[in-house]
């Protein structure tokens, strides 16, 4: 008896000869989460992206010009500790999308 998985090598190869009926949906152009996808979820991404970077604007400016006042630098660094930390969300959001596009949907859905 010969070893079937022998002659794979590597995780993802070793995963590509499997087929599984019903495991990759394939969306329509009227099909409504194959819009959501592709149309809202970037545009709710970049919409994020770009607060994220407004609020480091912010809190960079309200610590430069809290002159030595801790209370006022204390709020600054803590919403900048907030607004990376979102950022980071986004990211990870972001990450996450793409590999459930890639490996579950067919790829190419989310920008």
Known sequence: MTNVY???SGFFNCLSGISVPGLKPEFTE???VGKIITVVLPVVLSIAG????IF???SGIQFI???????????????L????IGFVII???FSILQIIDTF????????
């Open 50 to 53: 770009f607060l994220t970077i």
């Open 81 to 84: 500790t907030f607004a990376l």
């Open 65 to 79: 010009t809290s002159s030595g006042n801790p209370e006022a630098a204390a709020t600054a660094r803590n919403r």
């Open 6 to 8: 022998a002659a794979c």
């Open 91 to 93: 990211l990870l959001a």
């Open 56 to 58: 480091i604007i912010i």
């Open 30 to 32: 009227t099909d409504l």
């Open 104 to 111: 579950f949907l067919g790829g190419n859905r989310v920008v």
